[in-house]
């Protein structure tokens, strides 16, 4: 319904058009934004319907320019990021010397965290949220010395996720991540959230795993070479 000066003017849809221009459209692109999520992650197990009925429903996806700041160095760990489009750098202020210690440190961790089978996850719901209150005392103290201007230690693009060695060891995000392309459209889900649906969807817990030991194994492979020395980018 609308109106000009001199009348009253009425327009219509029939229902079979506003179906197939409106709803099947609308279906079909929130089936591709649930593909997208529980075919390239830990999701895929889950199984794509539940998947969407259950949790897809928990993620935001959110649109980003050049140079917006997804989290910052230091900060403790609230979401896990998901990279449908775009490129994201991760930097630092540490040097080569600080940051082979993060990543021995979360190493040394995750050999003192037995792999357990899906059904021995723990029960606690605080399970992936033990935070380490020393390191997150020290990161504090840094936030002072914390330059302007950050080293970029990795890029990453499409398919990739942001945050989650910090959700699984519970560790404060020892990067800062900066949107590098002129757009980027990202998902994020809660760590609670997150946390939840693993303690439900225990069929999941090992592909958490070797997403969590791909992850540290790149930043093992660029921190530590045969010269032990870093080119930042």
Do not use: D, G, M, P
């Given at each position: 319904l609308f109106r000009s000066a001199e009348d009253t003017h009425t327009a219509y849809i029939s229902c079979t058009s506003y179906f197939h221009n409106v709803v099947v459209e609308k279906a079909a692109l929130i089936d591709k934004k649930v593909q997208f999520l529980n075919s390239n992650f830990i999701f895929g197990k889950i199984g794509q319907k539940k998947f969407e009925k259950k949790y897809f429903g928990?993620?935001?996806?959110?649109?980003?320019?050049?140079g917006d700041i997804l989290f910052k160095e230091g900060d403790m760990p609230s979401n896990v990021y998901f990279i449908e489009q775009g490129d994201v750098e991760l930097c630092t202020s540490k040097n080569i010397y600080e940051l082979q210690n993060v990543i021995e440190y979360l190493e040394q961790k995750r050999h003192s965290i037995t792999k357990k089978k899906?059904?021995?996850v723990p029960e606690e719901k605080d399970y992936f949220f033990t935070y380490d209150k020393i390191n997150f005392q020290e990161h504090d103290?840094?936030?002072d010395i914390i330059k302007k201007n950050k080293n970029t230690i990795l890029l990453l693009k499409e398919n990739e996720d942001l945050g989650l060695l910090s959700f699984y060891f519970g560790y404060p995000y020892f990067?800062?991540?900066?949107?590098?392309?002129?757009?980027?459209k990202i998902y994020q889900i809660d760590n609670k959230y997150l946390s939840d649906m693993i303690l439900k969807e225990r069929i999941i817990y090992n592909d958490l795993i070797n997403?969590?030991?791909h992850?540290?194994?790149?930043?093992?492979?660029?921190?530590?070479?045969?010269?032990?020395?870093?080119?930042?980018f």
């Open positions: 928990l993620f935001i996806c959110n649109n980003y320019k050049k899906a059904e021995e103290l840094r936030r990067t800062t991540s900066i949107v590098n392309s002129a757009t980027a997403r969590v030991e992850k540290l194994s790149l930043f093992h492979e660029r921190f530590f070479n045969i010269n032990n020395t870093i080119q930042f």
